[in-house]
């Protein structure tokens, strides 16, 4: 029984929960032993057996579709039965069979997608050779080969490889967006191992290490060979989704597979996403289904009530069946009755909704200003049953590395002795804005010069070929000191590999200006300078780290001379410089003011002459510094600082950290349209602001922008407080929460509180720790909501997955996450609408998300265009047929009364058949799929229409109240006015027309009139579709009615079609249409007058938009591009250095370059991405009018 449960999917048995990985190399038998899981993945849902049981059975967990069952087993009791069982199964049967063939579609892509992953191969060593193995047949304890440019199998402890030191480089683009590559490195003594199959085959390393986790920036572990035992960290270790660069080869041993690999423990588990409106529909269709039975309950009384008084005066006509009377007749007439008013809860509604959704979908697929043509990607909605959320954010966390920024440095501008460099003016000195048509430098003088280098000030390169000694000691600083190794496979192509992108970027600047870095040795740097080659020895790297914030070399020319270059944070910089550079530090930091209010990242750089006799004295402590056993990093650091000291400032530089193009002007329109940005990023408090002003998050404008960055939770929660009594003094100390509980539930929300200006939030990922405990949480919730934008810094995939949840549990609103690494998953899946960026970065998040697309600025098409259409189309949707199906069944309840409550229908039954089939399920499908109040170019001329969606006005619980009322006018109109114009009345010939169906059909007509004109009223945006829609229903309608009611249908099908002549009887009496067009002027009269009241006494923010629209009589048109104008700032940060401490320690290794450098793809990957390579996409921003509506 158990093996036939888990064949269906069902687990039977929980896991054991594993607490240590315990796994032997080469060693299949032993690691068997453990059930550690193999490296195939399992994406999908079903199986060819559990497909349609377990498909049915989720199908059926939809209320709405176990309640049409019910109706379907309640039609096939002929006591109560007053409808026939094709008006319910024939809908019933569409929606389970859209519903099976959507889910099934997505299945098998789910299954290619995994068979296509496990289906690659890879070298694995199998009874001492290396055999081709699929990757599903990698099992933990292998050792497996790979190659350049190829995918890590599973999570690989590395072994060896064919590089110096044992490094290799991989590129972690799958799981943080990060294109520049990263290194690691294997034990020495796996190392030794190379690449001889024999010893690797050999090989019986006992590994014990955690447990599967989803923490991608750790690992501990140990590695037991023989009788020693050597730690493991993170720096040992390839995750599965990484690729191998610029590497020929490496081995490794499985550690982690499939399921177990961090990258699939990110992924975590698919989240079934609903929409607001799904909630609120389902709370309304409990309401409904308490509402029905109340009709029921009433009609059904009064039944009683009628056969008790007037019953026996029937009998001789109809006579009851044994044992029947007033209370049994009641009973199945309740029962009739919730057969004939189900269409208070049309099952329709819920096809027309899968299709509307699955309509507005493809209006984002096919969206051509979604597409990217550089990396010929379109936008993609992955999921089609979120999109009228897209309408409703508040709040959207992003990810900032690959998201909001292109992760490509490019060198802007320099400082050089007082003089600013990089901007470029006319010839009447005013600044000009750099383009595509921009001149460029050429730089054809340089030999070695990088080709997609670009340099617009012509000043510059002026200055290094007249030999200006302060330019070119500038210059060779940025070639000597950094920690880049390069190649150069033919004879001047060079390729740099830096550890950060912004490095590189410095050295290749130099190498355009003619101080090229061409190789190093761990003693030498060789470089050409201005053609000249030059030989520097290496004598000293005084590498980087988070506390000293610099670095230093020193070097001796050929002609002897000793000197110290330093580059680094310019405040850590300035403190250190000799008094005689003052005055030209006081000139540097203004330059650096404004690169900085430019948003460029910027490093101080500075130079010293050395002493021989100091220096070499200098150099005996710091041998001693370097081997001491005790204390070393804090020694080395007391000797660093004694030599660095008294500088002489050279200038300074700034980089571009690129953003993708339009992110500026896309977050300036999403704060216009009140949507909160945080961002979540693993980077550096200093680099993460940078990029806060740069994309116009924060601002010089702000009132206050609140840095929390303490070490304990009491300090925390201080500067927290102190925050929001800053922002808002009246403050309380207890959060304001509003309580609610619906269905059961309990609800606890915490209200938004007022703010006077605009402020801004950086916390860090030490503080963030403490601030999401369960105690402080809510403090943290309420500082932060109260900021116009937040930044987060040095966070991980958890705690950005805490954020969100924090903000989606405690505050009414819609969030959106956007990412485009897999450290981004936990949170995308999280938020209530997942968004993945793709293109040179990785797929992981895309896999995941709801909607993706290739550049961060069409999130604002995304949103304010498709997502606030797809809303309005939605409410518009449900306020429509709500209202048509109420009238519907009101006349019904409404017909009771002069039917003896009998359950007779007002209708002809194919009428009530075909009602939401096809005579009104065109007419608001096309109004649902085409409607617009604006058209795009408006929308965004206008964020603010943004608003009603975030505050939910145009569906709510109170718009359904008032779509009820509507609907019982409407209905008392169209029963009572035919009623009383029927009654009694003969036609112009004399023959009578007040029959039950010349009532039944002009009841009917006069419904679907008023219905359509509803619809009309309605529409603000008519297109051919919706005409022929409305007109082909009505026309449909009119047809099928003279045809089912004609003689020839009667005698073919006598039972199926008694209304014999009744269209052609009464639609030809002028006194009948008058009543139809009575009633429909009656129905919509209250409509139009309402709506004419409100926008004259109390429009909305539609109502200005479209006035200014209809004065307008065009399409307004893109202003021109304002150039921004220039910011001083005195905020400076984003020093050139990586994350982690530099490559200094290897750089001077004496083992570096022990194996001779191969000839393999270039190092330097930077600059052979697709974005380098292609000019970026012209953006043209969209402002606000001046006078707002």
């Known amino acids: 029984m158990g093996s036939l449960l888990s064949a269906c999917g069902i687990n039977v048995k929980k896991k054991k929960v594993e607490e240590e990985r315990h796994l032997r190399a080469n060693d299949r038998e032993f690691n068997l032993s453990f059930k550690y899981a193999n490296n195939a993945i399992k994406t999908s849902k079903y199986n060819v057996l559990t497909f349609l049981p377990l498909n049915l059975f989720e199908q059926f967990q939809r209320l709405a579709n176990a309640y049409f069952v019910f109706l379907l087993i309640l039609q096939l009791i002929p006591q109560i039965s007053s409808l026939s069982w094709f008006t319910t199964v024939v809908p019933l049967l569409l929606v389970l069979s859209i519903t099976l063939a959507k889910d099934l579609s997505d299945d098998i892509t789910r299954h290619k997608n995994d068979n296509h992953v496990n289906n690659r191969k890879v070298e694995v060593l199998i009874d001492g050779e290396l055999k081709s193995e699929k990757w599903m047949n990698v099992q933990v304890g292998d050792i497996v080969k790979l190659e350049n440019n190829e995918f890590v199998t599973a999570d690989l402890l590395l072994l060896s490889s064919s590089e110096p030191l044992n490094l290799i480089y991989i590129e972690t683009a799958e799981l943080d967006g990060e294109t520049n590559l990263k290194v690691k490195q294997a034990l020495t003594i796996t190392g030794d191992l190379g690449n001889d199959i024999q010893r690797l085959a050999a090989f019986n390393g006992e590994v014990r290490c955690e447990p599967p986790n989803n923490r991608l920036d750790k690992f501990t572990g140990t590695l037991t060979v023989g009788r020693e035992t050597l730690s493991l960290d993170n720096e040992r270790i390839l995750l599965r989704g990484c690729t191998l660069r610029n590497t020929e080869w490496c081995f490794g041993l499985v550690v982690f597979g499939g399921p177990d690999t961090k990258l699939m423990q990110n992924s975590g588990k698919s989240i079934f996403k609903r929409t607001s409106i799904d909630h609120l529909m389902n709370v309304l269709v409990i309401f409904i289904f308490g509402f029905l039975a109340f009709m029921c309950t009433i009609l059904s009384i009064g039944n009683a009530i009628w056969e008790y008084q007037e019953g026996n005066s029937f009998i001789t006509f109809l006579p009851r069946a044994d044992g029947a009377n007033a209370s049994l007749s009641a009973f199945l007439t309740f029962w009739s ?278 220096f070499e004295e200098w ?378 169906q010349s009532f039944a059909l002009l009841a009917q007509t006069c419904l679907l009139i008023a219905v359509s004109v509803q619809l009309g009223l309605d529409t603000y945006y008519w297109t051919a579709v919706n005409q022929f829609f409305l007109w082909g229903s009505l026309s449909v309608y009119f047809a099928v009615t003279f045809t089912m009611y004609s003689n020839g249908m009667y005698l073919i099908f006598t039972s199926s079609f008694p209304f014999t002549g009744t269209a052609r009887n009464s639609l030809n009496q002028p006194n009948v249409w008058l009543t139809i067009l009575l009633t429909t002027i009656l129905c919509s009269l209250p409509v139009v007058a309402k709506r004419f009241l409100f926008i004259q006494l109390k429009p909305t923010i539609n109502d200005k938009v479209r006035h200014k629209v209809r004065q307008a009589k065009a399409v307004p048109l893109p202003p021109p591009r304002k150039f921004p104008r220039r910011r001083i700032s005195t905020r400076r940060s984003g020093y050139a250095f990586s994350h982690a401490r530099g490559y200094g320690d290897l750089v001077t290794s004496g083992r570096f370059l022990r194996i001779p450098v191969k000839t393999r793809p270039n190092l330097f990957s930077h600059s052979e991405t697709a974005v380098a390579d292609s000019t970026p996409q012209t953006y043209r921003t969209i402002f606000e009018e001046a006078q707002s509506p």
């Open 337 to 614: 009755y919730v057969i004939i008013l189900n269409t208070v809860v049309p099952i329709s509604l819920y096809v027309s909704v899968e299709i509307l959704r699955l309509g507005n979908s493809y209006f984002i697929d096919w969206d051509r200003k979604m597409y990217h043509v550089k990396s010929d990607t379109p936008a993609q909605a992955r999921t089609t049953t979120l999109n009228e959320e897209l309408g409703q954010i508040k709040y959207i966390f992003s990810d900032k590395t690959g998201t909001l920024t292109q992760n490509i440095m490019t060198f802007n501008r320099c400082s050089i002795n007082g003089k600013s460099y990089g901007e470029v003016v006319d010839f009447a000195g005013q600044r000009v804005e750099v383009t595509e048509k921009t001149e460029k430098v050429d730089f054809s003088w340089n030999s070695l010069a990088d080709p997609k280098f670009s340099f617009h000030d012509h000043k510059l390169v002026e200055a290094v070929k007249l030999g200006s000694p302060e330019v070119q000691s500038f210059f060779r600083l940025l070639a000597l000191c950094h920690t880049v190794m390069p190649e150069e496979k033919t004879e001047g192509e060079l390729f740099y590999q830096a550890q950060s992108p912004d490095e590189g970027a410095l050295v290749t600047a130099a190498r355009n200006f003619g101080f090229v870095f061409r190789s190093r040795t761990p003693e030498t740097i060789s470089v050409v300078e201005m053609g000249v080659p030059i030989t520097y020895e290496l004598l000293a790297v005084l590498d980087f780290n988070n506390v000293r914030k610099r670095m230093s070399v020193i070097v001796r020319n050929p002609e002897g001379k000793l000197t110290l270059y330093c580059k680094g944070a310019d405040t850590i910089i300035f403190e250190r410089l000799h008094p005689s550079s003052t005055k030209l530090m006081e000139v540097t930091t203004e330059h650096l003011n404004e690169y900085a209010g430019e948003g460029l990242r910027t490093l101080a750089l500075a130079y010293k002459d050395l002493d021989e006799d100091k």
């Open 619 to 996: 150099r005996e402590r710091h041998h001693e510094a370097s081997t001491a056993l005790d204390d070393r990093e804090a020694k080395l650091d007391a000797i660093y600082e004694e030599i660095e000291k008294d500088l002489l400032l050279l200038g300074a530089s700034a980089v571009e950290d690129k953003l993708q193009d339009g992110v500026p002007q896309t977050i300036e329109q999403l704060a216009k349209a009140d949507i909160k940005i945080w961002v979540l990023t693993g980077d550096k408090q200093e680099t993460a602001e940078n990029i806060g002003y740069s994309c116009n998050m924060l601002r010089e404008e702000m009132k206050e922008i609140f840095i929390v960055a303490a070490n304990t939770a009491e300090e925390v929660r201080e500067e927290l407080v102190n925050a929001r009594k800053k922002m808002s003094p009246e403050s309380g100390d207890e959060p304001p929460i509003q309580k609610s509980r619906l269905l059961g539930k309990k609800s606890r929300v915490v209200e938004d509180e007022k703010v006077d200006g605009e402020y801004g939030l950086v916390i860090n990922g030490h503080s963030l720790a403490f601030a999401l405990q369960k105690d402080m949480q809510l403090e943290l919730l309420r500082t932060a909501c109260m900021c116009q934008a937040v930044i987060c810094c040095r966070v991980t995939p958890l705690q950005k997955a805490q954020v969100v949840e924090l903000v989606k549990k405690n505050k009414n609103a819609v969030t959106l996450a956007i990412g485009d690494g897999a450290n981004d998953v936990s949170m995308i899946k999280t938020a209530h609408i997942g968004v993945g960026i793709s293109g040179q970065e990785g797929m992981q998040a895309v896999l995941s998300s709801d909607f993706s697309f290739a550049q961060f600025r069409y999130l604002q098409r995304l949103l304010l265009v498709h997502g606030r259409w797809s809303y309005l189309r939605m409410c518009k949707f449900l306020r429509y047929f709500f209202y048509k199906n109420f009238t519907f069944t009101f006349v019904h309840f409404w017909y009771g009364f002069f039917c003896g409550f009998s359950a007779q229908t007002v209708y002809d039954e194919w009428f009530i058949t075909l009602y939401n089939l096809m005579y009104t399920a065109l007419p608001v499908i096309g109004l649902s799929l085409f409607d617009q109040d604006v058209n795009d170019r408006w929308s965004f001329q206008y964020p603010q229409l943004y608003a009603p969606g975030q505050l939910n006005q145009y569906f709510s619980k109170m718009t359904f109240a008032r779509i009820l009322l509507h609907s019982c006018y409407s209905s008392l109109i169209l029963f009572f006015v035919p009623w009383a114009a029927m009654c009694d009345t003969v036609r112009d010939d004399g023959k009578d027309i007040a029959d039950y």
